[in-house]
């Protein structure tokens, strides 16, 4: 067979198999999603325990500084992934396949804590966005802390 004789245009590929490919790469990139969220817990936790161990104002403020360039950047990659989990999402849309809850069912979610039931009024991102910016605050009330509490060298 020629090069010539080969068609331009890929065969046709079975609804189902897209929708069970596409789902798979979803959940795989929303897996990748919340693991960062994992590993900022375990660097926020490592960062916090060093600090207090070290006793050490010149450290806090080395520490300080990987605490939020690991956290921006963790925040960067969380950014990407929920962008790229969204782009199989609405592949899965033109499919006639919807992950996400329809506004519907969205609003009728409620959370219970402590026996109360709260609804759902942010989405995952907000949340977390907020999440991400709460922990940096957290990291400068403790660099702060730090400088006035540990000798400098």
Request: proline share 3%.
């Amino acid at each position: 067979m020629s090069a010539d004789a080969i068609p331009n245009t890929p065969p046709a590929l079975d609804r189902g198999v897209a929708v069970k490919s596409l789902t798979d790469l979803w959940m795989h990139q929303n897996a990748l999603m919340w693991n960062r969220i994992q590993l900022l817990s375990a660097v926020q936790a490592g960062v916090l325990a060093s600090n207090y161990v070290l006793h050490k104002g010149f450290v806090s403020i080395f520490l300080y500084l990987a605490a939020m360039i690991a956290t921006l950047y963790l925040n960067y990659m969380w950014e990407m992934d929920h962008e790229i989990r969204n782009v199989y999402g609405g592949r899965l849309r033109d499919l006639g396949f919807d992950v996400a809850c329809s506004e519907e069912e969205q609003n009728s979610l409620k959370i219970t804590i402590l026996g109360f039931q709260i609804p759902v009024y942010l989405h995952s991102q907000i949340s977390l966005t907020h999440i991400f910016w709460g922990i940096m605050a957290v990291d400068t009330a403790v660099f702060l802390v730090s400088l006035f509490m540990f000798p400098f060298l």
